[in-house]
């Protein structure tokens, strides 16, 4: 039985930085790692986030440039893909694209995975959901043969921290089935939603939206349906590479400039969301003698729903 569990552990590769010069380097260097344990497709989605207008903290394509250079090494066809939000510059597919350009994600087609109306996606059934049974997943993320998935780990208001769990579950949700998520039950494509309970107020010019706090899922209700999601998203071939870096207090959606509140751990890669999060968050705290980020909830139920397993095996390259 020992051995079996032995065996059975998702393995968890990662690189120490110390700066942002190590960034890119250490990024390729996981990655050539976990690739030896599964088989590239010819046409690869790099899934990312293109940073909110007046964030900083988001994950650059100048971070990622080593990765894409492997990959091309590998003759992959490549596409960075994002969906949109429910509100602000990146709620709708021109400005988003906009945004997406200024913020330097040029080397690659840049693709807006539910359509320039957020609505373009498909309903993924889920088993043993509380909260779901069908998800609405961005339709060209759910149509790409395999994804790398680079996430930002760091801090998050709703949640207590945000990293691969999170990119697969709100990062894959068309802007519909992110406000679902968020705020309101489940409705229909063709219903309207109501904004009038969703949110307490929606800027009409900038898209803003300010979240109606007795409708707001928060906290472990919120986890869950973060995790549910997740579990619609994810792809057996998924890669997670997560930079655990620019270790902020709030998530790249949040539109200010942040300052980090814990230095820079490292580059980490998995084909498991859950163990690589978990192996992250266990690591920063061991490092800072104390707990770090709060919202250790999501990993037992996100295991208990079948999106991965919490055991994994370190391995430093």
């Not at 390729?28 to 989605?45: G, H, N």
């Not at 994002?82 to 510059?89: D, M």
């Not at 519909?176 to 489940?186: D, F, L, N, S, Y």
Request: aromatic residues 8%; neutral net charge; contains cysteine.
């Amino acid at each position: 039985m020992v051995q079996w569990i032995l065996m059975s552990r998702s393995k968890v590769y990662y690189q120490l930085v110390k700066d942002e010069k190590d960034w890119d380097r250490a990024a390729r260097a996981v990655l050539e790692q976990v690739v030896k344990d599964i088989k590239l497709s010819s046409k690869l989605t790099l899934k990312i986030h293109s940073g909110q207008p007046g964030n900083t903290s988001f994950i650059q394509q100048k971070h990622m440039e080593g990765v894409i250079d492997l990959l091309q090494e590998k003759d992959i066809d490549l596409t960075f893909m994002e969906t949109n939000t429910a509100g602000g510059a990146r709620s709708e597919g021109n400005s988003h694209r906009q945004v997406a350009k200024e913020h330097g994600f040029i080397r690659l087609p840049f693709v807006v995975a539910d359509g320039d109306n957020g609505m373009d996606h498909v309903m993924v059934p889920i088993k043993n959901g509380k909260h779901f049974k069908k998800c609405k997943i961005a339709r060209q993320l759910h149509e790409s043969k395999q994804v790398l998935v680079i996430s930002h780990f760091k801090g998050h208001i709703m949640t207590g921290f945000g990293g691969a769990i999170k990119m697969l579950g709100i990062g894959y949700a068309s802007a519909r089935g992110k406000i679902e998520a968020h705020a309101i039950p489940e409705i229909p494509d063709n219903e309207t939603i109501d904004w009038g309970k969703a949110v307490k107020k929606r800027d009409k010019k900038t898209g803003k939206v300010d979240w109606n706090n007795a409708y707001v899922y928060d906290n472990v209700a919120f986890m869950q349906r973060t995790a549910e999601y997740a579990l619609a998203a994810k792809k057996p071939n998924d890669i997670h590479l997560v930079y655990a870096v620019n270790l902020v207090r709030n998530c790249d959606c949040d539109g200010q400039k942040m300052e980090p509140i814990y230095n820079d751990l490292g580059i980490f890669a998995s084909t498991n969301p859950v163990a690589v999060d978990k192996a992250i968050l266990d690591m920063l705290d061991e490092r800072e003698g104390e707990p770090t980020y709060w919202g250790r909830q999501i990993f037992d139920y996100s295991e208990e729903i079948g999106l991965g397993s919490q055991d994994y095996e370190l391995i430093e390259v």
